[in-house]
């Protein structure tokens, strides 16, 4: 779409229903033409619509982008391809969503079976709801810690807590009917064990 000074641009893009909560004023844009392949185009979000309009079977509200483009590379009714920066994170710890979801009942047996600590986060049991994950501590302790959820990408969540990059963070659990000794050998020693980034 075009203002009178071809200078100053908007663009009316269609953002998907469960993507639209994530979209602010201000944010920063960045866009494609066909025209120019190559090409990075620079925005920011100028305004959230409230009229939702179907696109394929999918909710869409109209967010507007304000576009500069002062060597007039941008023409009228060109179609983009439009990434909004919703949140930022550097040197953040990540981890894979599924260490977001270990059960713990098959954790508890798992402890007992091959006679580890099991600590879970005092005042808690089972059915609590809260944010966490579990770390193998001292080579024999499963540890359950509370964290902060951050950064959301694809499989990964940013993790903020009690926790670093060495800790030993648990990302998977799979039953094994097999013997102790044999599953102590992945817990054994520092920096041994499953989830070790």
């Given amino acids: 779409m075009i203002a009178k000074d071809l200078t100053k641009m908007e663009a009316s893009v269609n ?10 004023e201000g944010q920063e844009a960045f866009f494609t033409v066909d025209a120019f392949p ?25 967010t507007i982008i304000n576009i500069a483009n002062p060597v007039l ?6 179609t983009t391809d439009v ?3 919703v949140a930022e994170c550097k040197n953040g710890l990540i981890v894979h969503n599924k260490s977001l979801r270990i059960n713990s ?13 099991f600590e879970r986060i005092p005042g808690t049991d ?8 579990w770390i193998v501590e001292n080579g024999n ?3 359950q810690i509370e964290v902060e959820l951050g950064v959301r990408e694809g499989a990964f969540t940013q993790i903020i807590g009690k926790i670093d990059d060495n ?20 817990f054994a020693g520092a920096g041994g064990g499953i989830g070790k980034k």
């Fill in 141 to 143: 302790t499963f540890k």
């Fill in 167 to 186: 800790s030993n963070i648990l990302t998977e659990l799979t039953d094994l009917k097999r013997d102790s000794d044999f599953l102590k050998q992945f």
């Fill in 38 to 62: 190559k090409d990075k185009f620079y925005a920011k979000v100028a305004q959230i619509r409230y009229l939702a309009k179907i696109v394929d079977n999918v909710v869409t509200y109209a």
């Fill in 126 to 133: 089972a059915t609590t709801e809260l944010d966490n994950v």
């Fill in 15 to 24: 953002v998907d229903e469960a993507d639209v909560g994530l979209v602010k």
């Fill in 73 to 78: 590379k941008l023409r009228p009714g060109m």
């Fill in 83 to 85: 990434n909004i920066k």
């Fill in 105 to 117: 009942v098959l954790l508890e047996g798992l402890a007992k079976k091959i006679e580890f600590q």
